[in-house]
């Protein structure tokens, strides 16, 4: 590849970034300006979090099945079979819950908002709010970042809850384990650092489904065919920084509690 | 320049009274390193329309979008009511954008919300009374001869009358400046002929300040030989010979301002390509 080129790419990537960074802080900022858009954040705190609910359920409650039929078996070969639920909740709790749903979260909405703001870059809708003196960050990306984050986090522990429960219905009903024994382990060896680690980690992954969706919604370019490369392209950007920005808190919350 | 910040009490359009609709400098803009418009000067007047030709893909919309600050020029000013939109923050844009009102190329019509809520975008944006809202949808889109299509999406009309209704949200607040990107482009001759009536009403009837951008020579001469009679309501020819004196011509060739006068300069003009044009 000519030097040039390389030269070209660098200039984009950072461009991009500057972009995305500039689009987010100028969203952020508009919540606290006026008009504040209440019912755009209703509605949209409507499709994204009720909309996605039947997925959040159905994937939190498979996940956790299976996740009790595979390390039944295994902690059986150490004795330890009865651990079963305190592995089913610490992983549905710190990793599988927020990260799973944030995965579902961003195929349906991260595609959702890059085709739907794409779809009006294109047809000029963007430029004709703009025109008629409405900031289409306030009125379309501001609700999308703050409906994303809040209902994000609530899918992320109504999956956790469901995971549970499905680990549940397999260690009692096809395994046979104690119920009692089952419930009593998931919650007692949970302490408050677990609990925040899988707290916190769906405000970030919210932040970026919600940023990355509407950044490339935003910049489409090119027709019906740039809508669909943005929509992939939101979907296959979002998923990669969701798992990446996992190992980064993980790292760092391990780091200040110890577990 | 004065801060629209403090300016709440008077109208964007009349704080630079002696000030003229559109006033562009020297301006240029390039797009992936490709010159699209290069060193660009004109003026709209208070009350004028000036009509912009030229061929397909030579920027004629981009210069619309810089008028109303939707793209920002590489070099050059541009003023709109004496403020230099080139160099505006977004926010006071959004404000001073409410004295301007266009008609994109395709309509750009809001697809998930109906013909009411679109004409009255602008007014539901400024929390004005539902009533009220309903009213003045109503008067707008009487104006077009749409009123029958309050609650239909822009799916359910056909093109001419997407186009109306573009018009009708344009008007809504009758602003002091109107942009009209090809409002003809892609209809049939007699759809072209309603539209460009209402474009010769709004300019006759209130007076507005207009740029018109266009490529078809039958829309361009059809605003400079005819004239809506306030009397009759009826859209009538001017004498032979005669144009509408507040109506002139910018003609725009490969990026470059190459015409910039009267009807009748334009038609006796010695320019090969304007000759090329016209004919």
């Known amino acids: ?259 | 320049m004065a801060d629209l910040a403090v300016q709440q009490d008077v109208p964007e359009s009349q704080v630079y009274p002696d000030a003229p609709a559109v006033r562009f400098e020297d301006v240029s803009i390039d797009f992936e390193g490709k010159d699209v418009l290069e060193h660009i000067s004109f003026e709209v007047k208070r009350g004028e329309t000036r009509i912009l030709l030229g061929p397909a893909g030579v920027g004629k919309s981009v210069l619309l979008k810089l008028a109303n600050g939707l793209f920002r020029p590489d070099s050059g000013r541009i003023f709109v009511f004496g403020y230099e939109v080139s160099a505006m923050p977004e926010e006071d844009l959004f404000r001073l954008r409410e004295t301007i009102g266009i008609v994109f190329q395709e309509g750009a019509l809001f697809d998930s919300l109906t013909v009411r809520d679109n004409v009255g975008y602008r007014l539901m944006e400024q929390h004005v009374p539902d009533d009220e809202i309903d009213q003045r949808v109503t008067e707008a889109l009487r104006f077009v001869e749409l009123e029958h299509t309050l609650t239909k999406l822009p799916s359910e009309l056909s093109g001419g009358m997407r186009r109306r209704v573009a018009i009708a949200r344009a008007i809504i607040t009758k602003p002091d400046l109107l942009l009209y990107d090809s409002p003809t482009g892609g209809l049939d001759p007699i759809t072209s002929t309603t539209i460009m009536e209402l474009v010769i009403k709004q300019r006759d009837f209130y007076g507005t300040s207009s740029l018109l951008v266009t490529h078809r020579l039958q829309d361009a001469f059809m605003l400079v030989s005819h004239r809506f009679d306030k009397e009759t309501s009826t859209i009538m020819q001017l004498p032979d010979g005669t144009t509408d004196p507040s109506t002139s011509f910018l003609v725009l060739h490969q990026g470059k301002l190459v015409f910039d006068g009267s009807t009748h300069d334009l038609v006796h003009s010695d320019d090969e390509f304007l000759k090329q044009y016209l004919a």
Do not use: W
Request: contains cysteine.
């Open chain 1, 1 to 259: 590849m000519p030097l040039s080129s390389v030269d070209a790419a660098a200039k984009r990537g950072v461009a991009a970034v500057q972009q995305y960074s500039l689009l987010s802080a100028r969203s952020l900022g508009n919540l606290f300006r006026r008009p504040f858009y209440g019912a755009d954040i209703i509605t949209q705190a409507d499709l994204i979090g009720v909309g996605s609910l039947p997925i959040v359920i159905l994937t939190g409650f498979f996940t956790g099945g299976v996740l009790a039929l595979q390390s039944a078996s295994t902690l059986a070969q150490f004795g330890a079979a009865a651990i079963t639920g305190q592995l089913v909740s610490f992983s549905m709790i710190k990793e599988l819950g927020p990260v799973l749903t944030s995965l579902m979260v961003s195929g349906r909405n991260a595609s959702g908002m890059a085709s739907e703001l794409g779809s009006m870059m294109v047809t000029e809708q963007i430029d004709a709010m703009r025109a008629l003196g409405t900031d289409p960050l306030k009125k379309l990306v501001m609700p999308r970042i703050v409906s994303t984050i809040i209902m994000l986090f609530f899918l992320t522990i109504v999956s956790d809850a469901v995971g549970i429960l499905g680990g549940a219905g397999v260690a009692v009903g096809l395994l046979g384990q104690d119920a009692s024994q089952y419930f009593h382990n998931a919650y007692q060896s949970l302490q408050y650092p677990d609990i925040l680690q899988g707290l916190v980690k769906p405000l970030f992954f919210g932040f970026i489904i919600a940023t990355i969706g509407c950044y490339y919604g935003m910049n489409t370019r090119g027709g019906t065919q740039g809508v669909g490369r943005s929509t992939t392209q939101a979907v296959v950007v979002s998923s990669v920084l969701i798992i990446a920005m996992d190992f980064v808190i993980s790292n760092f919350m391990i780091g200040i509690f110890g577990r």
